[in-house]
């Protein structure tokens, strides 16, 4: 699943690493996650979503 996560984590200035923390998950989670080779689940999703100040919707590009 393609993704804005690196885009906006920047944006804020946040590593990966802060992420992680912020959203209670493992770096490699954060890594995973912006190389679209991971699908969060809803509540993940909805965590990172409300740290980088987006919806889940704007974060996210949900392919057919």
Do not use: C, W
């Amino acid at each position: 699943m393609k993704n804005h996560i690196k885009e906006l984590r920047a944006r804020y200035n946040l590593t990966q690493e802060d992420l992680a923390r912020k959203v209670g998950v493992r770096r490699e989670t954060i890594v995973f996650l912006e190389k679209g080779k991971y699908n969060p689940s809803l509540l993940l999703a909805h965590k990172v979503a409300k740290v980088l100040k987006s919806t889940v919707d704007e974060l996210f590009v949900f392919d057919k």
